[in-house]
């Protein structure tokens, strides 16, 4: 059961800016805990992408960046490109019950 | 080079109980936490247990009753244990590490769990 929401799809054109929004709550994100995002190429295991709300892992091309406000953050592609196509899912940290790891539902990628 | 591997049954039968080892190489003597995550077909992800390397254990609130994990770090591996399954159980299920920064650093490539009989 998914606690971060994002928009199940966005779309956009080669060259063009999406963004990718995960919205948590108060136990969450708006708690103050880190919100990293990994991408999931078709068949593949998820791959971390941003890590530290805006830190990009080495070999993560500068295209992407993360950003956190409050009790939400976003992903942003700039340039995008084709092998961009994929499914992208937030996490943070959730002291609500226990504490644990959170996901969000994902968000589907398509280049037009 | 940090590498992780499942293995389990392939398929499993409704009621029973599903097991699941994780091997990897690398280092397992630092603070890391030892995680399984899970990817019914078409569905998004959702964090199941982790293990420290000490031995401390976490669960997902909505599945502690059915899961156990455990570990032999100086085997490099860890397992889960899923009880009573059902048909929605049937998952793709990673193992994952976090090296205490609460985020995944390192996956394995998962392996396909299916509940029928």
């Known amino acids: 059961q998914a606690v971060l929401t994002q928009p199940p799809s966005v779309s956009g054109a080669p060259g063009q800016r999406v963004t990718i929004s995960c919205t948590g709550s108060?136990?969450?994100?708006?708690?103050?805990?880190?919100v990293h995002w990994y991408q999931q190429l078709p068949g593949t295991a998820p791959k971390l992408l941003i890590y530290?709300?805006?830190n990009r892992p080495s070999g993560v091309p500068d295209r992407f960046s993360g950003s956190k406000s409050d009790t939400s953050a976003s992903l942003a592609i700039t340039g995008l490109q084709a092998e961009d196509e994929a499914d992208y899912y937030c996490?943070?940290?959730?002291?609500?019950?226990?504490?644990?790891?959170?996901f969000g539902t994902g968000t589907k990628v398509t280049v037009l | 080079q940090v590498q992780l591997q499942e293995s389990g049954p392939g398929l499993v039968k409704p009621s029973e109980t599903l097991s699941l080892t994780c091997t990897f190489s690398?280092?397992?003597?630092?603070?890391?936490?030892w995680s399984w995550i899970r990817q019914p077909p078409g569905k998004g992800l959702e964090w199941m247990a982790y293990?420290?390397?000490?031995?401390?254990?976490n669960y997902n609130p909505s599945l502690k009753s059915r899961v156990t994990i455990s570990g032999d770090m100086s085997k490099n591996r860890f397992s889960l244990r899923l009880t009573s399954v059902t048909a929605a159980d049937t998952a793709v299920y990673y193992c994952?590490?976090?090296?205490?920064?609460?985020?995944?650093?390192?996956w394995g490539q998962g392996t396909l769990a299916t509940v029928s009989s």
């Open positions: 293990i420290s390397n000490s031995g401390n254990t």
């Open positions: 996490q943070s940290y959730d002291s609500s019950v226990s504490e644990s790891y959170v």
């Open positions: 690398g280092d397992s003597s630092s603070n890391y936490y």
């Open positions: 530290g709300n805006s």
């Open positions: 994952a590490r976090d090296d205490s920064s609460t985020y995944f650093a390192y």
């Open positions: 108060s136990s969450n994100i708006g708690a103050g805990y880190d």
